[in-house]
């Protein structure tokens, strides 16, 4: 019955539906409750007084950046409005560098969950549940036009498709991404080339000419193309429409009232996920070409 009430008091807190500010948490200091009144899980959290968030440093000022030493984005949003909601101060782990490093952290319980740019898969979730998506994106391949084209100029997604699953074609990947596993679906023919560290390692490869493309997410490449407009002169983009990525937060598998709880407070913070389009609407200024940004 004290699990029932606890989550009836979470779902009855004011909520924000545009995924702005929100009210606090109804709930009274923890000092006022008695033993069990919360799901184990929750009650870890509160007699702590704060709730950890791996958050990764390469996802981006959309998702999570620093401006002024101050830390921003979508992920880092929801992160602070989860704390406000369980009345709990908020700590942020930037330690992970790839989407494996935030696994690990929530395997090893050293943090609560991920916000960490991670597609939900069903591998993934086999050890490391997975809440509701709060961003929706799509596997994106950039090429350059010389591997992309044929003899006649032309491009369509048929010919990019056989022009890279090709052998002695190299396709770079940040190492530990989803897009492993799609690399080795799509282009079998083809030398994948996982790179360590973070995203940007990857897309220093491609445009020093090492690999030959790389998959990443639209984001990565909408956020890229449009700051700097130049490269589309003699690159191409192609948004893998029917490769959707789940975008959600990673929880440890018995955290499941935590989970629970985050699902039904999502929808109501954010009543859908973001699409692209939504975060280059929000983030105009991440998306500008540079000679903007710089007026």
């Not at 996802?59 to 950046?65: A, H, I, Q, T």
Request: net charge negative; hydrophobic share 45%.
């Amino acid at each position: 019955m004290h699990y029932v009430l606890a989550i009836f008091l979470f779902m009855c807190t004011v909520i924000s539906a545009s995924g702005g500010a929100v009210e606090a948490a109804f709930l009274p200091p923890q000092s006022e409750l008695p033993d069990g009144y919360l799901p184990p899980d929750i009650e870890r959290i509160r007699k702590r007084g704060k709730l950890v968030v791996a958050l990764r440093p390469d996802s981006g000022p959309p998702l999570c950046g620093e401006s002024d030493g101050e830390l921003s984005g979508v992920e880092v949003d929801i992160a602070r409005a989860m704390a406000l909601q369980l009345g709990v101060e908020l700590e942020i782990n930037r330690e992970p560098i790839t989407p494996e490093d935030a696994l690990l952290l929530v395997r090893e319980r050293k943090v609560d969950l991920a916000l960490a740019n991670l597609a939900r898969t069903a591998y993934r979730s086999l050890v490391t549940p997975f809440g509701q998506p709060y961003l929706i994106s799509h596997a994106t391949l950039i090429a350059s036009d010389a591997v992309t084209s044929n003899d006649d100029g032309f491009i369509d997604s048929g010919i990019v498709i056989a022009n890279l699953n090709t052998p002695g074609i190299r396709i770079g990947v940040q190492k530990g991404a989803y897009h492993e596993d799609l690399i080795a679906e799509i282009f079998p023919l083809a030398t994948m080339v996982p790179v360590a560290g973070d995203w940007y390692n990857t897309e220093d490869m491609y445009f020093s000419g090492q690999v030959d493309a790389v998959m990443v997410e639209d984001l990565r490449s909408v956020i890229l193309f449009r700051r700097t407009p130049e490269l589309t002169v003699y690159n191409s983009v192609f948004i893998m429409k029917d490769r959707e990525e789940l975008i959600a937060p990673a929880f440890h598998w018995q955290d499941r009232n935590l989970r629970l709880w985050y699902d039904v407070w999502i929808r109501e913070w954010l009543p859908k996920p973001y699409t692209i389009a939504d975060i280059v609407e929000q983030f105009p200024e991440l998306t500008a070409p540079r000679e903007e940004k710089e007026k």
